[in-house]
């Protein structure tokens, strides 16, 4: 096995154990064990290590090993991480606080993007609205072409916000947008309304409104919060 995949697979396995609860905080984890457990070499049992401590999950600690960090402590808005979340037995509880995150954000990043998007990102995002509208009435929506185009929305409107700090969230948003569809937490068309509500904002953004673009960006992440579970799953 090319040593790139042993590195994902290895650091997938423990990212999700440790995110999942599998690995509570204070476990110690050992290049050795490790390299028993999974048949890697103490190279890439290193390199995996390195990385997850870079993504805060653990802390060398000398003559222990490396030991298991809270939650408190790890890189909550790297993809990966939230990846991991979204495949463990919290997955409900994470997309609640990343929905969260995106309603204090994104409807301000639409009005931004009303102020200060360019044209050629203005007519983008309208014709990406447009485009969705034919896949949605299509019964197309839970495709991946869809995804897609709801993912590059959504990017394009954080980026042209004339916000650098709501720029950099683009890829936690495409991770929120990809990890409802893995779950099976999006309709398999559609609502109208969420349609609805990608062309008010392609409007607004076209049309230099930035309140029209906030409200329907707001009604977009209700519409999402709204359709949340309302318990956790096991």
Do not use: C
């Not at 959504?154 to 004339?162: D, P």
């Not at 960006?217 to 318990?231: F, K, R, S, T, Y």
């Amino acid at each position: 096995m090319p040593a790139d995949v042993l590195h994902s697979t290895v650091l997938d396995t423990l990212g999700r154990r440790i995110t999942g609860g599998d690995l509570p905080a204070g476990s110690v984890l050992t290049l050795d064990g490790l390299g028993g457990e999974f048949g890697v070499s103490r190279t890439v049992a290193r390199e995996v290590m390195r990385m997850l401590e870079g993504l805060g999950l653990v802390r060398s600690s000398r003559r222990v090993g490396l030991v298991v960090l809270g939650m408190e402590d790890w890189n909550v808005l790297d993809p990966r991480v939230i990846s991991w979340r979204l495949q463990g037995a919290g997955r409900v509880d994470q997309l609640r606080s990343l929905t969260e995150l995106r309603h204090a954000v994104e409807p301000l990043a639409a009005a931004g993007a009303a102020r200060h998007a360019d044209p050629e990102v203005r007519a983008e995002i309208l014709d990406i609205a447009r485009r969705m509208r034919e896949l949605g009435e299509a019964g197309e929506g839970a495709h991946a072409e869809f995804l897609g185009l709801d993912i590059r929305m959504h990017e394009l409107l954080l980026r042209s916000s004339g916000n650098e700090l709501f720029g950099a969230l683009s890829d936690v948003v495409a991770a929120v947008l990809s990890g409802r569809t893995a779950l099976g937490l999006m309709p398999a068309s559609p609502e109208t309304v969420a349609l609805d509500g990608h062309e008010a904002v392609a409007r607004a953004v076209a049309a230099g409104d930035a309140a029209a673009a906030q409200r329907a960006m707001a009604g977009i992440v209700d519409e999402v919060q709204h359709a949340l579970p309302e318990e956790q799953d096991a």
